[in-house]
């Protein structure tokens, strides 16, 4: 007896929808802002400036080292959809500043002069 076989018709390629109808990948929406601390102090020669806090990737228990584009000025930034950041000073990771600690609004930038205590 003779063994039968079927053939199998395969599907023409189908063609890409048109660009116009064809659907971006969802993306999340960012503002581009970001919020920004300036902190105006001279801490010396050899000496930095580091942030301890919450929000914004801080942490009370390690500081974070702040950017220095002057002699007596220090930045440091943040996406503002981070939400709000409490935030102290501290020189070379070991000397917080005097006084409270300071809130930073997401978007907005901030300046504070920190006084440290002496040597």
């Known amino acids: 007896m003779p063994i039968k076989t079927k053939t199998m018709k ?9 660009k116009s109808a064809q659907k971006p990948a969802p993306t999340r929406k960012t503002t581009g802002k970001k919020t920004l601390i ?11 400036v580091y942030l ?13 080292l702040m950017d220095n584009l002057k002699k007596d000025e220090w930045t440091w ?5 981070d939400g709000p950041i409490t935030y102290k000073l501290v020189r070379n990771d070991l000397h917080w500043a005097l006084g409270p600690d300071h809130i930073a609004v997401p978007g907005e930038s901030c300046v504070v002069t920190p006084q440290f205590p002496p040597w």
């Open 38 to 48: 300036i902190a105006k102090v001279d801490v010396g020669w050899g000496n930095s």
């Open 77 to 81: 930034s943040c996406p503002a959809s």
């Open 10 to 18: 395969t599907a023409a390629p189908q063609k890409a929808a048109p």
């Open 52 to 64: 301890r806090g919450i929000g914004g990737g801080l942490s009370w228990d390690v500081g974070v």
